[in-house]
Each structure stands twice: as C-alpha cells, then as structure tokens.
C-alpha cells in the first residue's frame, strides 16, 4: 500500500507508532524531527540516479549493459547513507536518511541492507504510514527533512 495520508512535515514521533518509550537518547528528539515527503525524497533519488548513470557510463554503454549504475547505486547508497546519513541527492533535496534509535547514520551493514533493497524497487514503494518502505523498515531508517542550522 502506498501510503499518503501524512503531509510532509509531520512529526517522527506521531508518525512511528512502535516508539521506543523513553529509550530514546537525548541527542535524538522525534518530537522535533520532521518526515521527508515523497518529493523530496523522488526528487534526491532522481539526482542520485543521474549521477549513478554517468559514472556507469565510465564502465559500460547503460542502454545496452544495465548492471554498471544499478551497482553504483548500491555502492553510493552504502558508502554516503551508512556512513553520512545522506545521499548527494539526498543533500541537494535537504533530506537525511538517519536511524530510528538515535538519529545517527545507520552504519555501513544496514545501509548496505537498505541499497540493495532499494535497488529492487518494489520494497521502497510499498510505505507504511510513517512513510517508511520495507528497505528503511529492515535497515532501521527512517528520511527526515534536515535541520535549519
């Protein structure tokens, strides 16, 4: 089911239903961390896409062998969303990617989880109300507009 029923801007807290009590570390504050909206994160992924095309132009013709920027996405998604919270896309949409525990990257194993789920497709556009796909479910992610410094 691909879930709408949220506008961008809600509160993490109201939109994750299976809180955490209060284990939540202070560094992390759901009430006052906002959800991405589906635009925001189409749009960083459109961007990230763009970039995983021209560099795996580099290694093969992508209308002929389709393989080179599906593994460039995987390995972006990894390496900038495991260890940085966030895509070039990502950045450029003002949006992270951050753990549901403590608001943090979520680590290199998990963002691998997460990539290769989202390079399947269908796990990313089956979202729950929080407006988290089975790819940030299983990773224990969750994509929030970033902070105003």
Excluded at 21 to 43: K, Y
Excluded at 45 to 53: E, F, H, Q, R
Excluded at 93 to 113: F, P, Q, Y
């Amino acid at each position: 089911m691909i879930c709408r029923d949220l506008p961008e801007g809600t509160p993490v807290a109201w939109s994750l239903v299976a809180a955490r009590a209060n284990s939540t570390p202070p560094a992390f504050d759901p009430e006052s961390t906002l959800l991405a909206g589906f635009g925001r994160r189409f749009a960083a992924l459109m961007i990230d896409w763009a970039l995983c095309l021209l560099v795996g132009s580099l290694v093969a013709d992508p209308r002929g062998v389709a393989w080179p920027p599906v593994a460039v996405l995987v390995l972006m998604n990894t390496f900038f969303i495991g260890l940085f919270g966030q895509t070039p896309g990502m950045a450029l949409a003002g949006i992270r990617c951050v753990s549901i525990e403590d608001g943090g990257a979520i680590g290199l194993a998990k963002g691998l989880l997460r990539a290769v789920l989202l390079a399947l497709l269908i796990p990313a556009v089956i979202m729950d109300q929080a407006r988290r796909g089975w790819h940030d479910r299983w990773a224990g992610s969750v994509v929030v507009l970033k902070k105003k410094p």
